[in-house]
Nanobody, 125 residues
Framework: QLQLVESGGGLVQPGGSLRLSCAAS????????IGWFRQAPGKEREGVLCISTKGGITNYKDSVKGRFTISRDNAKNTVYLQMNSLKPEDTAVYYC??????????????????WGQGTQVTVSS
């Protein structure tokens, strides 16, 4: 059974850093494009960034460029989201999602059929 589990969320002060992990089980992550999404209270879920199967294609939301980095370790079946210089507006539940497609990357919610349960990120002093 395909399963994605996010971890690494928490409370951090503005300007701080967090690294989120998305661990896959039940399938080989290297056949899947991965997206990171977030949803703040009262807002729609939005695509933050994505990475293609071999990492050659990435797509970043403008507001996180230069602060967030996505990477993948296919040997560990895990994708990472490194978040630096965090801002209060980054506060949200963060989700990873997977789509079985090669050479493709998307930040569109409907493009991804498989989702993790989410991890809370709170940026506050």
């Amino acid at each position: 059974q395909l399963q994605l589990v996010e971890s690494g969320g928490g409370l951090v002060q503005p300007g701080g850093s967090l690294r989120l992990s998305c661990a896959a089980s039940g399938f080989r992550l290297d056949y899947y494009a991965i997206g990171w999404f977030r949803q703040a209270p009262g807002k729609e879920r939005e695509g933050v960034l994505c990475i293609s199967t071999k990492g050659g294609i990435t797509n970043y939301k403008d507001s996180v460029k230069g602060r967030f980095t996505i990477s993948r370790d296919n040997a560990k079946n895990t994708v990472y989201l490194q978040m630096n210089s965090l801002k209060p507006e980054d506060t949200a539940v963060y989700y990873c999602a997977a789509r079985p497609i090669l050479g493709y990357c998307s930040r569109s919610v409907p493009d991804f059929p498989s989702w993790g349960q989410g991890t809370q990120v709170t940026v506050s002093s």
